[in-house]
């Protein structure tokens, strides 16, 4: 069983960052394909971004292109999301979420969850 934390999540004014964290334990975390989603009130879960095993494969999706950026430290167990030019449109609740017995996966059905941590962005 793998369990994923994120942190980093908190209040920002537009045009600000922040980076989010999310530690796994259990499992072989190099060998999973790393994603995270987020949640507008409101709104369905979105998908914003996945990392591949070695980090050599990302992918965003259209909304977060050269503003956010998905790292991930094997060593460490933890996939990183570095946010930029942050909007209010970013506001929601951002969960990752890992892919087990895939190296680099496109689909949407990830395997473990974490708990969310709250992105608020003021204008």
């Known amino acids: 069983q793998v369990h994923l934390v994120e942190s980093g999540g908190g209040l920002v004014q537009a045009g600000g960052s922040l980076r989010l964290s999310c530690a796994a334990s259990?499992?072989?975390?190099?060998?999973?394909?790393m994603g995270w989603f987020r949640q507008a009130p409101g709104k369905e879960r979105e998908f914003v971004s996945r990392?591949?095993?070695?980090?050599?494969?990302?992918y965003y999706a259209d909304s977060v292109k050269g503003r956010f950026t998905i790292s991930r430290d094997n060593a460490k167990n933890t996939v990183y999301l570095q946010m930029n030019r942050l909007k209010p449109e970013d506001t929601a609740v951002y969960y990752c979420?890992?892919?087990?017995?895939?190296?680099?996966?496109?689909?949407?059905?990830?395997?473990?969850w974490g708990q969310g941590t709250q992105v608020t962005v003021s204008s």
């Open positions: 259990g499992g072989t975390f190099s060998s999973y394909t």
């Open positions: 979420a890992a892919k087990a017995g895939s190296y680099y996966y496109t689909g949407l059905e990830y395997n473990y």
């Open positions: 990392i591949g095993w070695n980090g050599a494969s990302t």
